[in-house]
Every structure is written in C-alpha cells, then in structure tokens.
C-alpha cells in the first residue's frame, strides 16, 4: 500500500470509502455490494460514470454506474439493507468497469482524499 502510484484519473468518479466494510478475503459480490450501497448522496450522483471502491486510501474495484435508485430498491445478499426504505439514502447499480479498470485497480488516492471528515464519499477532481 505505501508504494502505490497516486492515481490519475480522467472520469467522473465517486470515490467510496469502505474501510468499515472491507475484508481481504471478501467475494467479488461482497465488494460490489459494500460499494454500491447504501449512502447519503446529492444528485451530482448522476454525472459520475464510475464508482471506485477504496480501502485505506487504495482502489480495489472500478465499476461503471448505469444508474442511482432510492435505497432498498434491490436486495443485498452478503450484509443488511433493511429500513432503508424512504431514508434519503441511494445506492447504484452497475458491473466492474472492464475497459477502465486497469487503469486504476490498486492505485493510491490519498491525494484526493484529504482530511475531510467522516464522509466515504468523495468527488475524483475535474469535473
């Protein structure tokens, strides 16, 4: 982790902080569904073309967001997403993003995340 280049990244990217969620051994489901939901987020949302799933200031998934929906809309199989229904809360769906992934996977974005806070959602810079 200290040797990972910083990240360039040229999308529209989210950056989801999961370190509360994350686990070494977790399944490619388990990532997706930690990342894609459940999170208190304004509609700029819906300008983001990925969402980055980060851990410890490092990506470990990319995914292309094909679209937000209200949370609860779908169910969760590997962690808890009840009474999340008409919370304000979002959740995208979406699939690894293949033709961009390579480009990120196991970067550093320490530089872009700051010291802001308790927030795990974060903008990419230029947009």
Do not use: C
């Amino acid at each position: 982790m200290l040797t990972a280049k910083p990240a360039k990244i040229k999308h529209k990217a989210i950056l989801i902080v999961i370190n509360r969620l994350y686990r070494s051994d977790m399944t490619a489901e388990e990532l997706y569904e930690a990342t894609r939901g459940i999170w208190k987020i304004g509609p700029k949302r819906n300008e983001a073309e990925l969402a980055m799933a980060v851990y410890q200031g490092i990506i470990r998934e990319v995914y292309k967001i094909r679209r937000w929906l209200p949370a609860g809309t779908f169910n969760y199989k590997t962690r808890d997403s009840r009474n999340f229904k008409n919370s304000g809360r979002w959740e995208f769906e979406g699939e690894i993003a293949q033709d961009v992934r390579d480009r990120y996977l196991d970067f550093s974005v320490r530089h872009l995340l700051g010291r802001k806070g308790q927030n795990p959602i974060r903008y990419s810079k230029g947009w």
